[in-house]
């Protein structure tokens, strides 16, 4: 089992790197490559695919296990989807059709970069990372980590990303069910941050009706989290500094492995990466004006 090696690596250096590489990643949520894949293999609905691509690797689990890994859905929404979704394809065909629209996205986007030598070096250390990643308490990034490594440098960055990306993310789901939220709370005040999705977008993509929005941000003002105009306030900024703070702590073994020159090596190679996958997110009404391009929870 892999130990941490370095623990001068700077927590809040960690997560601005993590958060630079999550677009090398998250793309793939967005790219319609993905959903030509899946939907030849019988998917078609946009809910359904993002179940599917990203619920895959765990096998073929029922709705209660998306919901609960996933967390800010409506669990009805999944319902709608799972395990339906699995008779129209195996969890092994929707592992490897995502990989074949990774592949065409990253070439579209990246253009010949694709094959440059920063792709190669960037993957390098996005790897020797993920040695430092553990499975316990981590299901979605244990399931992730139980696929073969791609060959191809592009595609082991891809497939590095995402291992880091649901590391944290599992982290992060720990972080919100300790701070006593629930799926569609932590939604909202992440909402109320100012630094992800649009509420329009949050409330249709996540399947919560304005009843349920209303109803869920009513009890978030009567606990002192949001104020009457949806904002959040100073309890509530506190609490969800808090909220990060506690992932980020959780999610160090990776970068502590890395070490501090390589963390800062890694963050210096993939950033003109990850800036040229951007255009993958330009989808007016998704992000509130001037968040990062990939939202959380």
Not at 11 to 27: D, F, K, Q
Not at 50 to 61: D, I, K, L, S
Not at 265 to 287: I, Q, T, Y
Request: charged letters at 20%.
């Amino acid at each position: 089992m892999a130990t941490p090696t370095d623990t001068a690596v700077d927590p809040t250096e960690a997560a601005r790197t993590a958060g630079r590489l999550e677009p090398l990643h998250s793309m793939i949520y967005f790219v319609p490559e993905v959903g030509e894949e899946l939907s030849a293999l019988g998917i078609t609905r946009s809910s359904a695919q993002y179940f599917a691509q990203r619920a895959a690797p765990m096998g073929a689990v029922g709705p209660g296990v998306v919901a609960a890994t996933f967390f800010n859905f409506n669990p009805a929404l999944i319902a709608r989807s799972v395990p339906a979704v699995w008779s129209s394809a195996s969890p092994a065909d929707i592992v490897n059709g995502r990989l074949r629209a990774a592949d065409a996205a990253l070439r579209r986007l990246l253009g010949d970069e694709v094959s440059s030598a920063a792709v190669t070096e960037s993957a390098t250390l996005a790897r020797r990372a993920c040695e430092g990643a553990t499975g316990e308490d981590r299901p979605l990034y244990a399931a992730h980590a139980d696929l073969p490594w791609p060959d191809e440098p592009h595609l082991m960055l891809w497939h590095a990303v995402t291992l880091l990306r649901e590391h944290r993310g599992d982290a992060h789901l720990h972080a919100l069910t300790s701070a006593g939220l629930s799926g569609i709370e932590a939604l909202i005040t992440h909402v109320a941050t100012g630094k992800g999705f649009t509420v329009g977008f949050a409330q249709q993509s996540r399947g919560w009706s304005e009843e349920q929005w209303a109803d869920a941000s009513a009890g978030l003002v009567e606990r002192g989290l949001l104020d009457d105009a949806g904002g959040l306030t100073d309890a509530g900024a506190a609490l969800r500094a808090e909220i990060e703070e506690h992932t980020t702590r959780m999610s160090l073994a990776p970068w502590r492995h890395l070490g501090v020159e390589g963390t800062a090596r890694l963050a210096e190679v993939s950033r003109p990466l990850s800036k040229a996958v951007l255009a993958a997110f330009a989808v007016d009404g998704v992000f509130a004006p001037g968040s990062p391009r990939a939202a959380k929870g």
